[in-house]
């Protein structure tokens, strides 16, 4: 599944809508949109070797809660 | 919008403050609904976000949107996303919203509704929206920087280092006090034990679901977990009930403050992705949804306000914690109305997702005005109790003794009316054996919910289980705060070891985790079970400690602000973080400076010392100590806890120092000095 260019939905589209609420919602609790990031990749780095969607969201957890991150009172 | 509209509007919004304030403030005798309280402070965050936030936004940072931000400039589309405003004002909230705006409005209760409503109202929009809103801005134009980096930058290497202890140390103490509220919240509860045991497993199940089987799927993980949470609690009150069962899950204080640093030793151990994150977005989801569902409890029952507007304890005579309003009350309430804690979130992932500089009034400012919402309607939740049972909650057992009829004897001679009855019947309706001495915020706060939310759904029959619900979701965020704060610690501690012996500093080093992590363990472990054997409760110690060092970390992020601003060549405005700076310091130093040296003993940590330390070289005990040897330990624990109190006293007055030295440099020069990212910086990325 990897490299793989994400299916995008017209804009407008009640698809495209349901999408940006999916990734409002993840990204609310910390967790980035893999089809975004598949899209940086392709429009800023192309040809770069990209992350599985697995290797992927395994990375942003690591990165969100592995550093030294305080949590408040 | 019409301009005319405009002002109509606004003018009707603060008619309706006004009268609601008026309900709150002039009401004579009759008891005032708590809708006029939640309104006034709708109605002043309103206000305070349109006027003062956008005086802020345009006047003194100057918001400029052509600069790129750290979003925009290092965007990888993973850490560093441009963010639509709403999503991330999700985030920011969910990150700084914790325990603490639950229990300093519930212990400052004991003074009254109106004294804690106008200080958490008046400080939110004078220090604590100011703060989080300007130390967002000055991150997001510094990449992103946390906060010890830009103090460090702007104040220099030895402030940068300086402040980096104090966070240390507020996280310590933090850490013991939120384990010593879940402690208070679950002795002799088998309830609640069960219930808060098995979120570990549903956690662990969740964390394999999006680790191992379906990877970033967290709606269907958390719907899994908000489903097996839901059926523990349903199940918790027959395993209380049943006789082989409800003995196992059924702990003293000592013992559950051994599970709970085993479990900090153990949590801050595993892979983040096992237990920490399905817990927050568990603890996230739950958070939400309760404080929402608490909101709309208040409006659709509207139960009037039990506890007066203020009681004869503001002379500094209470229960629940000793000392007069000013300064206690101050350092009590902390995160509800300015707390520290969120300089270090405001500089932390959020300003990296900051899609435009306009976003941060609504981001920082309007993030910490909804935080305030919820020390609001805790405090609310807190005063709509009888006063006798706030009173029967709160109070030490060395105050009123460990029965109910001792207990409603002590507290009618204070003049809040109590029968033994009405206390024993309180436990029984939220399937409880015992209320007394659970202080601590948490089991107040779940009683005041369960009553008002078994009102608008479920009448007495659900009560119980409302309590337990409330009770399962402050120990969810509170021990997912254990767990991230340990994980925080450790690599603090090994940050500050490793400047002595290189190896130590190595994160990937197992010896030196190891190290790290019973270090910071032990240290919070320790004030933690002083805080549970206390006979004096713990959290009236505890609790000050940790507001004066949450407060003076929140004067040392708004002196990093007022520093920026006369380097930004911005002193005309300086007003704007200088007057709730000086408040600040004013409140803590005072509080500080008497926590340790008031020859009250029941204030001053010196004065306890000498009384016990005299009388155990005279051979006698006093009580509530029972022998010489627990005299010796509260004679040390206070030494030490002046010890922790002059820590963050010295670091405050040292940080004014820096502070004051880079202000007059700054106001010397012509140009501003502030060190920020140029406003036309390359964007990265967009070359290679």
Known sequence: MSGEAPTRAAPGSWRSRLQAIRQGGRQMFGIPDFDRYLAHMRDRHPGAAVLSEREFHAMAIDRRYGAARPRCC | ?688
Request: hydrophobic share 55%; charged share 10%.
């Open chain 2, 1 to 688: 919008m019409n301009k005319l509209t405009s002002m109509l509007v606004w003018a009707f919004v603060a008619l309706l403050g006004a009268a609601a304030f008026g309900s709150l403030a002039l009401g004579r005798g009759e008891s005032v609904n708590s809708v006029w309280l939640v309104t006034a402070a709708l109605c002043v965050y309103f206000i305070a976000y349109r006027f003062y936030g956008r005086f802020i936004a345009d006047k003194v940072l100057k918001l400029d949107d052509s600069r790129p931000t750290p979003a925009i400039r290092h965007a990888d589309g993973m850490d560093y996303v441009p963010t639509n405003r709403w999503v991330l004002y999700g985030h920011h909230f969910a990150a700084i919203a914790g325990a603490g705006p639950l229990v300093g409005p519930v212990l400052a209760a004991q003074m009254g509704y109106l004294p804690g409503t106008l200080w958490i109202l008046a400080g939110v929009v004078v220090a604590g929206a100011v703060q989080d809103f300007i130390v967002l801005f000055i991150s997001v134009r510094r990449d992103g920087k946390s906060l010890g980096q830009m103090i460090k930058m702007e104040l220099g290497p030895l402030a940068g280092s300086l402040a980096l202890v104090g966070v240390l140390a507020i996280m310590i103490i933090i850490l013991a006090v939120l384990a010593l509220v879940v402690v208070k919240a679950l002795t002799q509860s088998p309830w609640g034990v069960f219930t808060i045991a098995a979120t570990i497993p549903i956690a662990l199940l969740m964390g394999v679901y999006m680790r191992v089987l379906r990877p970033g799927k967290i709606a269907e993980a958390s719907a899994i977990g908000v489903i097996l949470l839901l059926l523990s609690l349903y199940f918790g009150r027959a395993v209380a009930d049943d006789p082989a069962w409800g003995p196992l899950f059924t702990m003293t204080g000592p013992q559950l403050a051994w599970a709970l640093i085993i479990y900090g030793a153990v949590a801050a151990s595993l892979p983040v992705w096992l237990m920490l994150a399905p817990r927050d977005y568990l603890s996230t989801f739950l958070k939400i949804g309760t404080v929402v569902a608490l909101a709309i409890g208040i409006y659709v029952v509207a139960p009037p306000l039990a506890m007066p507007r203020t009681t004869l304890f503001i002379d500094g005579s209470g229960p629940v914690f000793a000392g007069k309003l000013f300064p206690f009350l101050f350092i009590t309430i902390a995160c509800g109305a300015v707390s520290g804690f969120h300089s270090l979130i405001s500089s932390g992932t959020t300003p990296k997702m900051v899609e435009k500089e306009s976003h941060t009034r609504f981001i920082g400012f309007g993030g910490m005005l909804a935080e305030s919402f919820v020390a609001v309607i805790a405090l609310t939740a807190a005063c709509v109790l009888d006063p006798g049972v706030y009173f029967a909650m709160n109070a030490p057992a060395a105050v009123i003794g460990t029965t109910a009829a001792n207990a409603a004897q002590v507290i009618s001679q204070w003049g809040f009316t109590i029968t033994p009855e009405m206390i024993n019947q309180t436990a029984v309706d939220i399937g409880e054996k015992s209320v007394l001495s659970r202080a601590g915020g948490a089991p107040t706060l779940a009683v005041g919910m369960a009553q008002i939310l078994a009102q608008a759904v479920g009448g007495k029959a659900l009560e119980a289980f409302w309590y337990h619900f409330a009770i399962l979701f402050e120990a969810l965020f509170i021990l997912t705060a254990v767990d991230a704060g340990t994980r925080a610690g450790r690599f603090m501690i090994q940050d500050m070891l490793g400047n002595a012996y290189k190896p130590l500093g190595n994160t990937e080093y197992l010896p030196a985790n190891v190290l790290a992590t019973a270090l910071c363990v032990s240290a919070w472990g320790y004030f933690l079970y002083q805080g549970v054997v206390d006979p004096l409760g713990g959290i009236n110690t505890l609790w000050q400690l940790f507001g004066v060092g949450n407060q003076m970390l929140a004067g040392i992020a708004l002196l990093l602000c007022t520093s920026v601003l006369v380097k930004m060549k911005r002193e005309r405005y300086v007003w704007v973080t200088l007057v709730p700076t000086a408040w600040l310091l004013i409140t803590t130093l005072t509080a500080g400076v008497q926590k340790i040296f008031s020859s009250d003993p029941k204030i001053g940590f010196l004065a306890l010392a000498q009384k016990f330390s005299a009388a155990a070289a005279d051979g006698r005990v006093l009580a509530p100590a029972k022998s010489i040897a627990e005299m010796q330990r509260v004679v040390f624990n206070n030494y030490l806890d002046a010890a922790v109190c002059s820590l963050f006293v010295l670091l405050v007055v040292a940080m004014c120092a820096f502070a004051l030295k880079i202000c007059m440099q700054a106001l010397r020069q012509a140009q501003p000095t502030a060190i920020e990212i140029p406003p036309h910086a390359q964007v990265h990325g967009v070359a290679t």
